[in-house]
């Protein structure tokens, strides 16, 4: 049994917050169903594209050590379900009930 630990208001802060950096990171969707999307790093239109009820989890992917620290300065700020993994972030829109879901 999955349970949600996003919504729509914290999907586009993180949405927002990445629109508004100078170099973006890319990013990686996989969905309640098992699909992965593409690596992308157009985050105004195709990140919020077709809604958020079905993500699983998001990566975030960063290429620099500055990078990786100032996305999770933004990450942090914004109080998200998610773990910091070597090539950026994880964000997680469901869990399920045996999980340990922490927070950044």
Known sequence: MLYSCMNNTKWNEIRMAMVSMESPPLW??????????????????????????????????THSVEQHTMVGTILRAIHLPGIEVSTGYRIWGYADSVSYVDYL
């Open 28 to 61: 990686k969707i996989t969905f309640l169903n098992g699909y992965e999307s593409a690596v992308d790093g157009e985050w105004f239109y195709h990140f919020c594209e077709g809604g958020y009820l079905d993500i699983r989890y998001l990566d975030i992917m």
